[in-house]
């Protein structure tokens, strides 16, 4: 069964960074590789997707701060956050989907900034 395991969460101040990585096991035809997040009290949104072949999209809040990329090679997408926010403060999930349009989630990991 295909899993997914993040890492890289953890408590930073406003202004810092944290790098996110989801590692795909038993993936195969893997699309779009994604990073999704839930606060507390509010539902679960994307903050950022890759395609395939490379194309980026990014929720509005995120944009110019986050930075999203894949291994292929690895089975691994990345998220990059960069001028971490307190609003940016959430569980973190990564999410793939498949060619059948499959969809799989992880666990979660938990980002907290500090003002």
């Known amino acids: 069964q295909v899993q997914l395991v993040e890492s890289g969460g953890g408590l930073v101040q406003a202004g810092g960074s944290l790098r996110l990585s989801c590692v795909v096991s038993n993936g195969f035809h893997i699309t779009a590789m994604g990073w999704y997040r839930q606060a507390p009290g509010k539902q679960r949104k994307l903050v950022a997707q890759i395609t395939s072949s490379g194309i980026t999209t990014y929720e509005d809040s995120v944009k110019g701060r986050f930075t999203i990329s894949r291994d292929n090679a690895k089975n691994t997408v990345y998220l990059e956050m960069n001028s971490l926010k307190p609003e940016d403060t959430a569980v973190y999930y990564c999410?793939?989907?498949?060619?059948?349009?499959?969809?799989?989630w992880g666990q979660g990991t938990q980002v907290t900034v500090s003002s």
């Open positions: 999410n793939v989907r498949n060619l059948f349009a499959s969809s799989f």
